[in-house]
């Protein structure tokens, strides 16, 4: 089935309260111009605008990053598919859905079913445990992200310009956790913010530091 292209749902998480935010966008009243789906919490909000090119361009706020992810689709894409997910580009967690309201909420349901499959089951309701001022006050984050990055450190894969010579020190920074190696200056921020983000990356494979 083709998805009428006057309309079509849009869906994220809240990364301040948790909850779903959900709402119909039509062609007409895109074309107007910038569209902003806000959480009721005040916390966050998804921006929605159609660039000169026709295309649509979307600004997600992420619940495993501290920073929100930008993607490009074709109005095709945006308007015409039953469902369409958009992943964190860091942890390949689906964030957002655009698509048919029944399959967008069908979506919904099946990615608080994969939160808690991965995360147990308080993923989807304690979306963050930092405070205000970007305090951590769950040990277990720390804990997390610090036997990471030694697991990698001793497996070589961790990359700065020192290559295997790399010295490497963890800090937290607001909501990120930095490594940085001591001898070239060379660093990456690591979003854990949150428990669900801290065992996310539990599936690192390698950093870079830039």
Do not use: W
């Not at 111009?33 to 605008?49: D, H, Q, V």
């Not at 660039?51 to 490009?72: A, E, Q, S």
Request: net charge negative; glycine share 8%.
């Amino acid at each position: 089935m083709i998805l009428d292209k006057k309309t079509c749902a849009v869906s994220y998480r809240c990364p301040s309260c948790g909850q779903t935010v959900k709402s119909m966008i039509g062609a007409f009243t895109l074309s107007a111009g910038l569209m902003k789906l806000k959480c009721p919490c005040g916390g966050s909000s998804m921006t929605i605008e159609r660039k000169k090119d026709g295309k649509i361009r979307l600004t997600v706020p992420c619940f495993l990053c501290p920073r929100p992810h930008i993607y490009t689709v074709t109005d095709s894409i945006f308007f015409g598919r039953e469902v369409f997910a958009y992943p964190c580009s860091y942890t390949g967690v689906d964030i957002a859905f655009s698509g048919k309201l029944e399959e967008v909420e069908k979506a919904v349901e099946e990615s608080d079913l994969v939160l808690e499959e991965m995360f147990g089951d308080a993923a989807v309701d304690e979306i963050s445990c930092a405070d205000k001022d970007g305090v951590f006050d769950d040990p277990q984050i720390l804990d997390i992200v610090l036997y990471v990055v030694d697991d990698l450190a001793d497996e070589g894969k961790i990359h700065c310009d020192c290559g295997p010579d790399g010295d490497y020190e963890v800090s937290l920074s607001g909501e990120n956790v930095t490594v940085r190696c001591k001898k070239c200056g060379k660093s990456a921020d690591i979003p854990a913010g949150s428990t669900l983000a801290a065992n996310a990356f539990l599936h690192c494979d390698e950093i870079t530091l830039t």
